[in-house]
């Protein structure tokens, strides 16, 4: 909201509009996640992140698991093969890094000097970590689209994967 829980008019100005069609884009986007799941779900070597059924996730972004024991190129080249066909919005995110991969993590100090000097508090956060690596090491996201050209959107980023799955399939 801002500071001291103020929202300031510009974001006010820019989020209410929004409000009007909130609904709706969480409908749509949840309808792209269960088409998206339910095709990756059928292409081995690729995996959907179980989510618990009680759940209701807003989806900004359709994350998918790689195994690269089951294709013959590595992630990045998946995706870029993903995106040369025309999947243009499919990508592998930073923001999924371990976070001990950025320096901040490791020496807040940088940033506040109440930490400085205090850097071997924060060595636990300097690894390793192998599940964050292998999620951040095996994950590409795909867009959930929502309005009125959301299934061809849908059906041609499923006909994308289904393409690269056979390109690349050990």
Request: with cysteine; glycine share 6%.
């Amino acid at each position: 909201l801002g500071m001291n829980l103020r929202m300031h008019p510009l974001g006010a100005a820019i989020l209410s509009p929004q409000l009007d069609n909130f609904e709706a884009t969480m409908r749509d986007r949840r309808y792209s996640a269960s088409m998206l799941y339910q095709a990756v779900s059928d292409l081995d070597g690729l995996s959907c992140i179980e989510i618990d059924s009680v759940k209701s996730p807003a989806w900004y972004a359709f994350p998918i698991i790689f195994d690269d024991t089951k294709f013959s190129c590595a992630l990045d080249e998946f995706v870029a093969y993903i995106n040369q066909i025309g999947a243009k919005e499919a990508d592998i995110p930073g923001s999924t890094r371990p976070l001990y991969h950025y320096s901040i993590f490791r020496n807040p100090g940088l940033v506040l000097n109440s930490y400085q000097g205090l850097e071997s508090c924060f060595t636990r956060n300097s690894g390793p970590f192998p599940n964050s690596e292998k999620f951040f090491g095996s994950m590409f996201k795909l867009p959930t689209w929502y309005g009125s050209d959301k299934n061809m959107y849908i059906k041609f980023y499923i006909e994308a994967l289904k393409e690269a799955v056979k390109k690349y399939r050990k």
